[in-house]
Each structure stands twice: as structure tokens, then as C-alpha cells.
T-cell receptor, first 111, second 114 residues
Framework: DTAVSQTPKYLVTQMGNDKSIKCEQNLGHDTMYWYKQDSKKFLKIMFS???????INETVPNRFSPKSPDKAHLNLHINSLELGDSAVYFC??????????FGPGTRLTVT | GDSVTQMEGPVTLSEEAFLTINCTYTATGYPSLFWYVQYPGEGLQLLLKATKADDKGSNKGFEATYRKETTSFHLEKGSVQVSDSAVYFC?????????????FGTGTRLLVSP
């Protein structure tokens, strides 16, 4: 059973398009996260949600909008995609204040 | 703000060699410290953690000790295998953010040859 799953695994799209990445966790955790890993492997948090409530927003452009329909899901919608958005996006979940479990990642390529 | 500094890679070793990957941190509170591993094409997996000074985290032959006096959390393994080839990330989370934000180092790639 996959603990934290993401779809799609790969996403290739053109500049200006709007796309979504979905994340689901079956661990019963309260907190979910989105991280971005750039081409140099540097990882940085984008958002965290605790029980469907936004807790952390790390100065991410407004084009990125997370949505949490329930505490098992945290989706990431990106408007007007730019070349610089190309990266690997990781979803993660944790119990409150606990260790984080990561999904397999979604590689986004904007052409 | 909080930060983590890791040694530059890649680290290239022969099988059965001793591994050390250095990690130092800066934090305003009392952080928890982690090592994550990322195998090629995969997500991150928690390797080990330590939540207070002098704690030693260990897993799969890897060890790291939380040293508050030197603000370090160096990763060690006595005898590496080819299957240990991966990127290793040191990270911290801080009570100031409710331990809800991981701050990562830049990652260190380990290459182990037979």
C-alpha cells in the first residue's frame, strides 16, 4: 500500500497553461505539505496544511494555489505556468509535529 | 533564520569504505535533526533522526549524533555498499514553526563503486 501517492508522476506542458498535481495519504496524518526540488536538488517547502487549514505559505507566487478538500488530500494547482516552474514537486504528510513521509514526486517540465 | 549546511559532493568511495557526510546547522530554537535519503528517481525516505542534544539516530548501519556544542549532525557508516549510492539530505525542524517545516541542506551525492 502506497502511504503518500501523487499523480501524475510526469507532467509536460507549455508556458501559460494551468495544471494540477494531486496528492493523497492513507496514513491518517493531520498535516500535509508541498515541497519544490529544483534542478540542483535543492528542496524548499512551499505550503503546509493542518487539518485542511493553511499553516505555512513560504512566499510562493499567487499562481500556486493549494487545495485541501479533506485531511487525506492536498492538491496543487498552478496557473499560467512559467519556465521557472520546471522542477520536481513532492507532497509529504506527518502526524502533528512528527516526522514527514514523502510521496514519489511529480516531475513538471514547462516548455 | 534556520539553515543547514552540508558538504559539497559528490563523495566517491569504494565498497566497504568508511563514510562521513558533514552537516552543521543554525537554528533559533531547539531543533529536531534528520537525515533523508533519495535514491535515483524516487522520493525522500527518512533515514534517521534525533530530537535532542546527545541523541544518536541510527538505521541500516548509518549513525548520526546530535552535537549541540558544535551544532553538527554528521552522518557516518562503517562500510558502504554499492546500494548506498544516493543523495543524502540533512534537515531540521524547529519548535518555532511547530516542527511543521523541514529546512534542508543542499544534499550530498554519494557514489559507491564495487
Amino acid at each position: 500500500d502506497t502511504a503518500v501517492s501523487q499523480t501524475p508522476k510526469y507532467l509536460v506542458t507549455q508556458m501559460g497553461n494551468d495544471k494540477s498535481i494531486k496528492c493523497e495519504q492513507n496514513l491518517g496524518h493531520d498535516t500535509m505539505y508541498w515541497y519544490k526540488q529544483d534542478s540542483k536538488k535543492f528542496l524548499k517547502i512551499m505550503f503546509s496544511y493542518n487539518n485542511k487549514e493553511l499553516i505555512i505559505n513560504e512566499t510562493v507566487p499567487n499562481r500556486f494555489s493549494p487545495k485541501s478538500p479533506d485531511k487525506a488530500h492536498l492538491n496543487l494547482h498552478i496557473n499560467s505556468l512559467e519556465l521557472g516552474d520546471s522542477a520536481v514537486y513532492f507532497c509529504a504528510s506527518s502526524p502533528r509535529s512528527g516526522e514527514q513521509y514523502f510521496g514519489p514526486g511529480t516531475r513538471l517540465t514547462v516548455t | 533564520g534556520d539553515s543547514v549546511t552540508q558538504m559539497e559532493g559528490p563523495v566517491t568511495l569504494s565498497e566497504e569504505a568508511f563514510l562521513t557526510i558533514n552537516c552543521t546547522y543554525t537554528a533559533t530554537g531547539y531543533p529536531s535533526l534528520f537525515w533523508y535519503v533519495q535514491y535515483p528517481g524516487e522520493g525522500l525516505q527518512l533515514l534517521l533522526k534525533a530530537t535532542k542534544a546527545d541523541d544518536k539516530g541510527s538505521n541500516k548501519g548509518f549513525e548520526a549524533t546530535y552535537r549541540k556544542e558544535t551544532t553538527s549532525f554528521h552522518l557516518e557508516k562503517g562500510s558502504v555498499q554499492v546500494s548506498d549510492s544516493a543523495v543524502y539530505f540533512c534537515a531540521l525542524s524547529d519548535q518555532n514553526t511547530g516542527f511543521q517545516k523541514l529546512v534542508f541542506g543542499t544534499g550530498t551525492r554519494l557514489l559507491v563503486s564495487p
